[in-house]
């Protein structure tokens, strides 16, 4: 039996090793709690945020402490998804500091108690959403850190009412039309290269930069000319702002200010008249560009721009009028920075390599006939505006076979000019046909030839979205009864109570209250079509895509359509205008009540922009703007009509 004096030392023995137990237990339990939640934020994003709860005389670090060979930094690592995209870094808020002696007096960035990251998510699906990822920290007292651990992050959102998910496809297709701005000016500069104005500056000024400075000179002019030429387009922006050159594309009188500048610029290129600007302008540049040095080279390409106006004022005007009518803020200097860098390509080249410049062709009467070919073009795309103002006040004096007609005439007179069987008195245009010629000749008379059956009705898709809607014509005017084996469907209702027919011989509504209410009475889902008359894009939607049978047939027996026009100017009744409370502005007519509808539910005011909603409005699929595959278009309908069953 143990004496008293062993017992008492085998208990202290005991205790001491209990007590290490014991603490070794407390360091080994994690100190750091997470929890994750996900709430909806601003702008339809959802925001995940992950608390962390730390226990007294612990702390985490921040995601932005970089001691090297110290402890290591919060890192938040989330799985890519189909359901979200992650945008930008996780927010943490302010962490507190301290000075390390350990590790050579750097600062040490930690949290204690409690703290709350949160990172930002944009939903690609109305649906529920899984966010995945995981978390790796060090937990860290002031005389120990333990090893880093790992959080594993799995949370899924379920929406209480439609969030309305990222659409992608607006984004492609505005940077889609920013792409085809810049094209357009970099060809409208090509073109402009071939004028009398400018083709006969380019062996003088080059001339005078192999004999005075060379290739560097000659950069730093071909960049003024850039420099000019988009300060010309940021001008447009900012002085018209986004939104003014969003309304343009559908303001009436704002298109056939348009047409009638489209005409003076083809009269122009005609040789009736020149486009000049104040000589004073000229000649307080021309002083300038004798000052010498990089200023007096910035104004010599200030004097350029200014001198060749007669000829590139027309190609610039155009340019920026179908800037601006893109309703994009970069568009009018992505145009002109396209136009200018195609000004300047042979200043540079022909600086760097000036034996080139024997090789130029000289000038003669093909410089003219390049002036009269653009006017032709300009031509043509005048009716285009003239088409527009039409359209959005249902004038009805320039239908779909009457626009066909104009331009038969129009592209008819092309090709016999190019034949050298139409002259113009300014430019005498008597040479023999050239190989171009005859060959340019056979493409426009062939586009000639195939522009006649669409008097009568012809699809001619490829001048899609130019031309008139397909039901916009003179002849059987009434919309068209099709067999949908629907005996209720919409076909009298829309007749009778709608001046404006459907695309595609369709049945659709073009009031939503009136379109829900039969979605619930056949109890079919719904497309709403966000449209307008002067849309380019929606006309080749409705021409190209919906026009084939596997789309046609979906949206003729499967949906309710609903088409709103955004910009149909007819008045509303007094007692239904009203003051938007999304952009604080009195909506007065029709148009203006289905544009704040969709700026205010969908957060967009794009067109085309298609929504398949259910009987109650809510959102089934996410929303698409301009797509021309068909397949793909085909598909987006048809997850509509799964998910509403």
Known sequence: MLSTGKRMILFSMLFVCLSFVKGFGQIQENPVRWETSIEEGKRDTLLVSLKATIKDGWHINSQFNAIKEGPLPTVFKFEKSQQYTVVDKVVEPKPLSKVEKAYDNKKLYYFEHEVEFVQKIIPKTTDSITVKGAVTYMSCSDTMCLPPETEDIAITYKPQHAI??????????????????????????????????????????????????????????????????????L??????????????????????????????????????????????????????????????????????????????GPIIGSLLVQAAISGSIVSPAAGMFGFALALSIPFMLFAAFPSMLKKLPKSGSWLGKVKVILGFLELALAMKFLSTFDLVYQLGFLKREVFIAVWIVIFTLFGFYMLGKLNFAEYENKVKTSISGFISSIVIFSFVVYLIPGLWGAPVKLASGFLPPSFYKEWNQNTQVLDTGISNHSNTATAD?????????????HDYNEGVAYAKKINKPILLDFTGWSCVNCRKMEDNVWSDPMVWDKLNNNYVLISLYVDDTTPLPKDEQFVSRTTGKKIKTIGNKWSDFQTTKFKTNSQPYYVVVDTNGDMLHQPIAYEPNVKKYAEFLQVGINKFK
């Open 164 to 233: 309305n998910a990222v659409n992608l496809s607006s984004t492609s297709e505005e940077n889609t039309n920013i792409g085809w701005v810049f094209l357009g000016g970099l060809l409208g500069g090509f073109l402009a290269l071939l004028t009398p104005c400018v083709f006969s500056m380019i062996p003088l000024t080059v001339s005078y930069f192999t004999k005075n400075g060379g290739i560097k000179k000659a950069i730093t002019y071909a960049a003024s000319i850039i420099v000019i030429y988009v300060a010309l387009g």
């Open 235 to 312: 001008i447009i922006t900012l002085t018209l702002g986004p939104d003014a050159l969003n309304a343009f594309a559908s303001n009436g009188i704002v298109n056939l200010i348009f047409f009638l500048i489209f005409v003076v610029f083809a009269l122009s290129f005609f040789g009736a008249f020149e486009i000049t600007l104040p000589n004073s302008w000229l000649s307080k540049s021309d002083k300038m560009s004798d000052k010498g040095g990089y200023i007096g080279i910035f104004f010599m390409a200030f004097t350029l721009a200014l001198v060749s106006f007669s000829c590139t």
């Open 497 to 509: 109570t709608h001046s404006q027919p459907c695309p595609q011989n369709l049945n659709c509504f």
